[in-house]
Nanobody, 122 residues
Framework: QVQLVESGGGLVQTGGSLRLSCAAS????????MGWFRQAPGKEREFVAA????????RYADSVKGRFTISRDSAKNTMYLQMNSLKTEDTAVYYC???????????????WGQGTQVTVSS
């Protein structure tokens, strides 16, 4: 199996930035794509961004497009989410996930990290 460990969450003011990291224990066919999801209190888990290891193809949720940038360092088996111009609406627990396809549905991802809290204050 693939183990995922997130880091980089924290407290930031509106307009600030944070960089999340997700370290994967290994890459397999079942982790060809890596993604970030988030879940705010009382809300469903929602897609944020995803990337493929080989080609670096990316997908973003409309709500974060232009503000967040997903990237990966294949040598380190690590995925990053650079979050700029943060809004209070971005407050959530952010989860790293791995799956076979670059899609936006949480149920399609096979492996999940423990989550890291991102809090944006006004």
């Amino acid at each position: 199996q693939v183990q995922l460990v997130e880091s980089g969450g924290g407290l930031v003011q509106t307009g600030g930035s944070l960089r999340l990291s997700c370290a994967a224990s290994r890459r397999t066919e079942s982790s060809a794509a890596m993604g970030w999801f988030r879940q705010a209190p009382g809300k469903e888990r929602e897609f944020v961004a995803a990337i493929t290891w080989i080609a670096g193809r990316t997908r973003y949720a409309d709500s974060v497009k232009g503000r967040f940038t997903i990237s990966r360092d294949s040598a380190k088996n690590t995925m990053y989410l650079q979050m700029n111009s943060l809004k209070t609406e971005d407050t959530a627990v952010y989860y790293c996930a791995a799956g076979r396809l670059l899609i936006t549905t949480a149920a399609a991802y096979n492996y999940w990290g423990q989550g890291t809290q991102v809090t944006v204050s006004s």
